[in-house]
């Protein structure tokens, strides 16, 4: 088992999808060159993929959504805690570092998009962005597959609500403007913790917490219904930061706020064990106990019910914290309502009047097209 850190990544091993008959094992021969303690670092790699669908659908009762697009599989923000790491195991890779190494952009997704809003069957409904994978991780500032599906919501009128962990997001600040002055666009800013060093490691390619509070500032100036999420809440790491982060995201401009607890589903637990006895080991049994006690004894439990908030004394103490914590800060308040009334079913343009559109659009319209040109495969970093 790999249990060295690797600079830039959240997980210290790359184990066997559950899928597979056969077991891989890492063992360190002491052949790897850098400073002790350290493994080599991996490359981005990035496949484009021909996406068959974009839009997603969901029935949980649990998730104010039902419509989601996911630009990208795998996520190069590296957080160790990701509940979306074990999908990896589906394209038969690991959920430990190839989901944060091995990426796979939906090239078509805008073209894609386009088709299934202009079918005369569909109902607009609110759709998501950022519900399994980060939309504005760090691929997205060359592949612009984001503001792509972005500029084709905004052509049909159609609401969106974006939830990420990047600072990246005030790229499509104009257009997000534009959307939301109509009432369909809102932003949530996933905030874990306001420690640096825990940042550093846990989540080590996402956007710095002063970097987040920045970009709620900036949002929020630009009138885009803004909100934070403190998550995941981590007891006896990061829980002691749930006030500050609100009060701080007040500060910013937020209105609204919401929370999660910690999810360990499948190869998660083992990857979040891994890392807790690698950079806090005096604290690791504490936390899984308490990890446990909110889990009825449990390290996960996926009851709809309690999954993302925990049960037991403790997760209601979290539960009464964040409460009481919103209410002194004047969050939650009032729910903005993204609006469906005003979409518009826009006609999908001949080949020659989409050549003319594209050399009209701006670069994040032209921006997908250009992937399709590249490699199969892409070495980024």
Not at 255 to 281: I, K, M, S, T
């Amino acid at each position: 088992m790999q249990t060295a850190t690797i600079k830039g990544r959240g997980s210290l091993s790359n184990k066997t999808p559950r899928f597979e008959a056969l077991q891989r094992e890492a063992v360190d021969d002491d052949w790897a060159p850098g400073e002790p303690g350290d493994a080599p670092r991996r490359p981005t790699t990035v496949a484009v993929e021909q996406a068959k669908s974009i839009i997603s659908h969901n029935s949980s009762p649990d998730i104010y959504f039902d419509q989601s697009i996911n630009p990208y599989r795998g996520c190069e923000h590296g957080c160790v805690y990701c509940y979306a790491r074990p999908t990896h195991a589906y394209l038969n890779l690991s959920p430990g570092l190839d989901f944060e190494t091995r990426l796979y952009a939906k090239q078509n997704a805008a073209e894609l998009l386009r088709k299934e809003l202009s079918s005369p069957s569909y109902v607009p409904k609110l759709i998501a962005l950022g519900a399994n994978t980060d939309p504005y991780q760090p691929i997205e500032r060359r592949l612009r597959i984001t503001g792509a599906i972005l500029a084709v919501l905004e052509e049909f009128n159609h609401p969106v609500a974006i939830t990420t962990k990047s600072a990246s997001v005030t790229q499509d600040l104009d257009l997000l403007a534009r959307m939301a002055s109509k009432g369909l666009a809102r932003v949530f800013m996933s905030i874990g913790s306001l420690d640096g060093d825990i940042a550093r490691t846990l989540e080590p390619r996402a956007s710095a917490p002063g970097a987040r509070m920045q970009a709620i500032r900036k949002l929020s100036e630009a009138g885009i219904p803004t909100g934070v999420i403190v998550a995941p809440v981590i007891p006896a790491l990061n829980d002691c930061d749930i006030e500050k982060i609100l009060f701080g995201a007040r500060d910013a401009g937020a209105q609204d706020a919401a929370y999660n607890v910690l999810r360990l589903p499948l190869e998660v637990a083992d990857l979040f064990r891994e890392w807790l006895l690698r950079h806090y080991p005096l604290r690791a049994a504490h936390v899984m106990n308490l990890v446990r006690q909110m889990r009825s004894g449990k390290e996960y439990d996926s009851d709809f019910r309690t999954r993302m908030r925990g049960s037991g004394a403790y997760a209601e103490l979290i539960r009464q914290r964040f409460r009481r914590a919103c209410a002194q800060a004047g969050l939650n308040q009032r729910r903005t309502l993204l609006r469906t009334d005003l979409f518009v079913r826009a006609q999908a343009p001949q080949p020659a009047r989409r050549q003319a559109a594209e050399r009209r659009s701006p670069p994040y319209r032209a921006a997908a097209p250009r992937v399709a040109e590249a490699s199969p495969q892409l070495t980024l970093f």
